[in-house]
């Protein structure tokens, strides 16, 4: 393309802002990230695929739409199939509709949540988790 | 993993992949540009812009055009894509 096609081209591009379906992309790209042992920074991510944290970041928030290529990079760069970003998707899913955070992904992100998970998974029986689970739920009552 | 350095706008092997796949599925189902132009809300020339590769596909879009084509996300990428 010549530098003139460009620049007009440019100029008519209107910005397409984000869709519910780039939110949902940016919560699994942050879940993905921070349950890789060891966890992977928003720097280093950037930094293998040759963009800066802040765009990370932009991305986990769902500021920005991310591209398939991107999106093939960072799957690649956290080891992850591209199916990933695109499961726990509800199946009926229109693009501006408001999706429901899954429960997981909701943990995942609260303070404290990845420890809690990480620690809950390595319990040695069912009697632990349960003691866990008993525990979480005394004090939600206490409230 | 390098750290190739890109052009944000630029298209990549895995849009042009991307295009190609999506060509043949359309073609398989009998639509024309147009009327896969139509499901999407966009223009024909979009349609063909995404089948050349000229065009990035965000991952959105990409959504969209599998549900218009009726194929999983996985026959898009039926090859193991390395970008």
Same mark, same amino acid.
């Given at each position: 393309?010549?530098?003139?096609?460009?620049?007009?081209?440019?100029?008519?591009? $209107?910005?397409?802002?984000? $869709?519910?379906? #780039?939110?949902?992309?940016?919560?699994?790209?942050?879940?993905?990230?921070?349950?890789?042992?060891?966890?992977?920074?928003?720097?280093?991510?950037?930094?293998?695929?040759?963009?800066?944290?802040?765009?990370?970041?932009? &991305?986990?928030?769902?500021?920005?739409?991310?591209?398939?290529?991107?999106?093939?990079?960072?799957?690649?760069?956290?080891?992850?199939?591209?199916? &990933? =970003? =695109? #499961?726990?998707?509800?199946?009926?899913?229109?693009?501006?509709?408001?999706?429901?955070?899954?429960?997981?992904?909701?943990?995942?992100?609260? $303070?404290?949540?990845?420890?809690?998970?990480?620690?809950?998974?390595?319990?040695?029986?069912?009697?632990?988790?349960?003691?866990?689970? #008993?525990?979480?739920?005394?004090?939600?009552?206490?409230? | 993993?390098?750290?190739?350095?890109?052009?944000?706008?630029?298209? $990549?092997?895995? #849009?042009?992949?991307?295009?190609?796949?999506?060509?043949?599925?359309?073609?398989?189902?009998?639509?024309?540009?147009?009327?896969?132009?139509?499901?999407?809300?966009?223009? &024909?020339?979009?349609?063909?812009? &995404?089948?050349?590769?000229?065009?990035?596909?965000?991952?959105?879009?990409?959504?969209?055009?599998?549900?218009?084509?009726?194929?999983?996300?996985?026959?898009? =990428?039926?090859?193991?894509?390395?970008?």
């Amino acid at each position: 393309l010549s530098k003139n096609k460009k620049a007009k081209r440019a100029a008519k591009r $209107t910005v397409r802002s984000p $869709t519910s379906l #780039d939110r949902h992309f940016g919560e699994r790209l942050r879940v993905r990230r921070l349950m890789m042992v060891p966890k992977v920074s928003q720097k280093e991510l950037g930094e293998a695929l040759g963009v800066t944290f802040q765009q990370i970041q932009k &991305y986990e928030l769902g500021a920005n739409r991310i591209s398939t290529a991107t999106l093939v990079r960072i799957a690649a760069a956290l080891k992850v199939d591209v199916q &990933y =970003f =695109f #499961d726990e998707l509800p199946t009926n899913l229109k693009k501006n509709k408001e999706i429901k955070t899954p429960a997981l992904v909701e943990m995942s992100l609260a $303070t404290h949540g990845p420890r809690l998970i990480k620690a809950f998974l390595n319990l040695k029986n069912d009697k632990l988790r349960e003691a866990v689970a #008993d525990l979480a739920t005394a004090l939600e009552r206490a409230g | 993993m390098k750290g190739l350095k890109k052009r944000p706008r630029m298209t $990549t092997a895995v #849009d042009i992949y991307i295009g190609a796949r999506m060509r043949d599925r359309r073609l398989a189902l009998g639509l024309t540009q147009e009327a896969l132009g139509q499901k999407l809300g966009v223009s &024909y020339q979009q349609v063909q812009k &995404y089948e050349n590769g000229s065009n990035r596909v965000s991952a959105a879009r990409l959504f969209e055009i599998c549900e218009a084509l009726d194929v999983s996300l996985a026959s898009m =990428f039926e090859r193991k894509l390395r970008a």
